[in-house]
Nanobody, 121 residues
Framework: QVQLQESGPGLVNPSQTLLLTCTVS??????????WTWIRQPPGKGLEWMGAITSSGSTYYSPSLKSRTSISRDTTKNHFTLQLSSVTPEDTAVYYCARAARRISLAYDYWGQGTQVTVSS
C-alpha cells in the first residue's frame, strides 16, 4: 500500500520560505511513469496544482507560482520537498502531496492527508 505523509511547519511568518516534505512509503519515488505532485487548497477555494517532480527528477511548475516554487527530492530518504518563498497570507492553505500516474491518464491514485499551513505574523 502506497502512503504519502506531509510534514512541515503549521505557521509561517510572511516573507519567509515555506518548506514541506512528503515522505513516501510503499513505493519508490524513482518509479517510472508517475509524477509526485504538490497541490494546495486555500480556505473556501478549490484545489490548486503547484508543481510536480518525475521519477527522473524533472520538475514542472504552475506558471503562477513558478518564480517562488522549487520542488526537489531525496531518493535516499524516499521523499520530495516543496519550497515556497516570499510567502504571504494568500499562501495560507491545506497543502497536499499526491501521486499522478500515467496508467490512469495522470489521475491521482494516492494522496497524503494534507497539512494546514497558515501564514501570519
Amino acid at each position: 500500500q502506497v502512503q504519502l505523509q506531509e510534514s512541515g511547519p503549521g505557521l509561517v511568518n510572511p516573507s519567509q520560505t515555506l518548506l514541506l516534505t512528503c515522505t513516501v512509503s510503499g513505493a519508490s519515488i524513482t518509479n517510472l511513469y508517475v509524477y509526485w505532485t504538490w497541490i494546495r487548497q486555500p480556505p473556501g477555494k478549490g484545489l490548486e496544482w503547484m508543481g510536480a517532480i518525475t521519477s527522473s527528477g524533472s520538475t514542472y511548475y504552475s506558471p503562477s507560482l513558478k518564480s517562488r516554487t522549487s520542488i526537489s527530492r531525496d531518493t535516499t530518504k524516499n521523499h520530495f520537498t516543496l519550497q515556497l518563498s516570499s510567502v504571504t497570507p494568500e499562501d495560507t492553505a491545506v497543502y497536499y502531496c499526491a501521486r499522478a500516474a500515467r496508467r490512469i491518464s495522470l489521475a491521482y491514485d494516492y494522496w497524503g492527508q494534507g497539512t494546514q499551513v497558515t501564514v501570519s505574523s
